[in-house]
């Protein structure tokens, strides 16, 4: 069965250059131009992914996502026009997986959501972590000291690759690359994304120094 994708885009050339690019990859692409119309979709239709515009003419992307993931973990990818949206897009609480900056090439976006929906696949073979940490991969969560972590999917799988291997230092790249980010992703939205799950191990551990930066190297999860 291929991948089901909801496009939620108002835009029609930019929607029939998406629609095109995936269809010709295999896809099975959905289309609606508002937010509500996007929500209400869902509710009746299950996708894989879920590929969001940010500025929409009944609502703005950011609280659709947040309607979405009141109830669904699907992959979120944004589009967006605007450079200055991009910390909102990768920042604490919004929830989505990636994002494309307009003008993109439908190439560019396809390839990040066949990388999403790769990783977003549970791995069979990943080491059971220690120190306090539980995954649960069926249903994408971390509990840390008893209590789930509300992590995001790119947290949840550079969490899930730092606790696989404790006092490993993992590379920028190689986190990136297990939350499914592409590869042209900036190192600040890696670094964005562990300031979060910092802030996400705090509030449950506080004062323990959990994830350690090394420079130029990258992050290891060091267990107490
Ligand atoms: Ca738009």
Same mark, same amino acid.
């Given at each position: 069965?291929?991948?089901?994708?909801?496009l939620v885009?108002d &835009?029609?050339?930019?929607?029939?250059n998406?629609?095109?690019g995936?269809?010709?990859d295999g896809?099975?692409?959905?289309h609606?131009?508002?937010g509500?119309?996007?929500?209400?979709?869902?509710q009746t239709n299950p996708? @894989?992914?879920?590929?969001? @515009?940010v500025?929409?003419p009944?609502s703005?992307g950011?609280? !659709?996502c947040?309607?979405?993931?009141?109830t669904?973990?699907?992959?979120?990818?944004f589009?967006?026009?605007? $450079? &200055?949206e991009? &910390?909102?897009i !990768?920042?604490?609480?919004?929830?989505?997986?990636?994002? !494309?900056l307009?003008?993109?090439s +439908?190439?560019?976006?396809?390839v990040? !959501?066949?990388t999403?929906?790769?990783?977003?696949?549970p791995?069979?073979s990943? +080491? +059971? *972590?220690g120190?306090?940490?539980q995954i649960d991969? *069926?249903?994408a969560c971390?509990? =840390?000291?008893?209590?789930?972590?509300?992590?995001?999917? *790119?947290?949840f799988?550079?969490?899930?690759?730092?606790?696989?291997?404790?006092?490993?230092? =993992? #590379?920028r790249?190689a986190?990136m &690359?297990? *939350?499914?980010?592409?590869?042209? #992703?900036?190192?600040r939205?890696?670094?964005t994304?562990?300031?979060?799950?910092r $802030?996400k191990l705090?509030a449950? #551990?506080?004062?323990l120094?959990?994830i350690?930066?090394?420079?130029? =190297?990258g992050?290891?999860?060091n267990l107490?």
């Open positions: 069965m291929p991948a089901r994708i909801l885009e &835009d029609l050339p930019i929607a029939d998406v629609i095109l995936l269809e010709r896809f099975a692409c959905a609606v131009m508002l509500a119309a996007c929500l209400e979709f869902l996708v @894989d992914l879920v590929i969001l @515009d500025g929409l009944d703005n950011f609280d !659709v947040k309607a979405i993931r009141r669904s973990n699907v992959p979120i990818v589009l967006t026009a605007r $450079a &200055d991009i &910390d909102r !990768v920042g604490l609480e919004i929830g989505a997986d990636d994002y !494309v307009k003008p993109f +439908p190439r560019e976006l396809v990040r !959501v066949k999403i929906l790769r990783r977003s696949k791995a069979l990943n +080491p +059971p *972590a120190g306090g940490f991969e *069926a249903r971390i509990v =840390f000291a008893g209590v789930p972590l509300n992590l995001t999917r *790119a947290e799988f550079m969490l899930r690759t730092l606790a696989s291997a404790p006092q490993k230092v =993992f #590379s790249q986190l &690359d297990a *939350a499914g980010l592409a590869d042209a #992703s900036l190192e939205v890696i670094d994304h562990i300031k979060s799950i $802030a705090a449950v #551990s506080p004062g120094e959990l350690r930066t090394h420079r130029g =190297f992050y290891s999860l107490p």
